[in-house]
């Protein structure tokens, strides 16, 4: 099992800029592929992006495409999530989550270990 938490979620202007970290407390970080998620009210949780094990291999969603940019240091077991030129429907709770696999999954129910999440709020 993974613990994971994630921070730096806030307030912000559109337009503006966010980076979500996300620790993980498990010695073997580097066997699980990270994945960000984001949930708002009413709506199913989407997926965001996701990262190799290595790092060397990204997705996007295609929303978040050219924006939002996922990395990880494998030193430090903390996954990142840069969120540039934010829009209002960018707002939700923001969720990290962890899978043992090589594949780079979108569905969150690939997915078995889960943050607590963090908000964000994106004004016009």
């Known amino acids: 099992q993974v613990q994971l938490v994630e921070s730096g979620g806030g307030l912000v202007q559109a337009g503006g800029s966010l980076r979500l970290s996300c620790a993980a407390s498990?010695?073997?970080?580097?066997?699980?592929?990270m994945g960000w998620f984001r949930q708002s009210p009413g709506s199913e949780r989407q997926f965001v992006s996701a990262?190799?094990?290595?790092?060397?291999?990204?997705n996007y969603a295609a929303s978040v495409k050219g924006r939002f940019t996922i990395s990880r240091d494998n030193a430090k077991n903390t996954v990142y999530l840069q969120m540039n030129s934010l829009k209002p429907e960018d707002t939700a709770v923001y969720y990290c989550?962890?899978?043992?696999?090589?594949?780079?999954?979108?569905?969150?129910?690939?997915?078995?270990?889960w943050g607590q999440g963090t908000q964000v709020t994106v004004s016009s």
């Open positions: 498990v010695r073997t970080f580097r066997r699980y592929t």
């Open positions: 990262v190799s094990r290595s790092g060397g291999t990204t």
């Open positions: 989550a962890a899978v043992a696999s090589a594949v780079l999954a979108t569905r969150p129910a690939a997915y078995d270990n």
